[in-house]
């Protein structure tokens, strides 16, 4: 089975579809997990929702998506956020609202855990070294059952080893066996990436072979930003995906 791994889609629609194209012309995928806020920031929730659940799909909640369902209160998030949430609440059709409500904080499928946060925290802690020591790492990893565990949340694509507590940079093309050595893999944000590259960043893992594969796409920036400024969302929300930041 291969499967499209995705983080932090933030209703950008325009980079999920240039994922789903690149990820075709990469050899396709059988099914989609996916790691996370799906909605919030962005202007099409509701667009990027039906894509998605176009697909066999196998999914768990993040913290925007749980707001966006007035699952969680918006008390921890930044002002921007907020209104966004308060938007998204308004936006979302009530099956989406269904699907969104009906997803499990984690999962484990083909022997790899999924959650949005950290092993411990999956809603609302970062998995990032510099919120970390190295026994948070050591204590996360015992928390996980698998030899290898996908988060989203920090918008940062990293590879965490358990041995040693190192983290390590995922660059665009790099390929990594996940059962090889105990692991926690951000692949990084579809719409929102955060670590100063604004291409969309997703992976690609085929489960029979044991490779994960990261990869970077270009998408039509200008086109969510205006989304987003029509919309009439927080104009950091759009200047923000130009710079990856
Ligand atoms: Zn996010």
């Known amino acids: 089975m291969r499967y499209l791994v995705e983080a932090d889609i933030h209703s950008n629609l325009e980079a999920l579809q240039a994922v789903m194209t690149h990820a075709e012309s990469q050899g396709g995928f059988d099914s989609i997990w996916c790691l996370g806020d799906i909605v919030g920031y962005g202007a099409d929730p509701n667009a990027c929702l039906t894509l998605l659940r176009s697909y066999p799909l196998a999914a768990v909640s993040g ?3 749980l707001a966006a ?5 918006i008390v921890k998030f930044n002002q921007h956020a907020k209104e966004a949430i308060l938007w998204t609440r308004e936006q979302l059709t009530s ?3 269904e699907f969104l409500a009906s997803n499990p904080l984690r999962r484990e499928e083909d022997g790899v855990t999924l959650l949005h946060g950290t092993p411990s925290d999956p809603v609302w802690a970062y998995f990032l ?8 790492v050591a204590e996360n990893f015992g928390q996980i059952n698998t030899r290898s565990c996908l988060v989203g949340h920090s918008h940062i694509p990293f590879i965490c080893l358990e041995d040693g507590a190192q983290f390590l940079g995922l660059q665009p093309g790099q390929k990594k066996m996940l059962a090889q050595a105990r692991c926690v893999v951000n692949p ?3 719409g929102q990436p955060r670590d100063g590259d604004p291409r969309a960043s997703y992976a690609l893992y085929d489960a029979d072979t044991d490779t994960f594969v990261h990869h970077r796409v270009d998408y039509d920036i200008e086109a969510a930003q205006a989304k987003i400024t029509a919309a009439g969302l927080p104009d950091i929300l759009a200047s923000r995906l130009a710079v990856g930041r």
């Open 63 to 65: 913290n925007h998506d």
């Open 69 to 73: 369902i007035d699952a969680v209160s």
């Open 95 to 97: 099956e989406h609202r």
């Open 129 to 136: 070294p510099q919120m970390m020591t190295s026994s948070d």
């Open 188 to 190: 990084g944000s579809v």
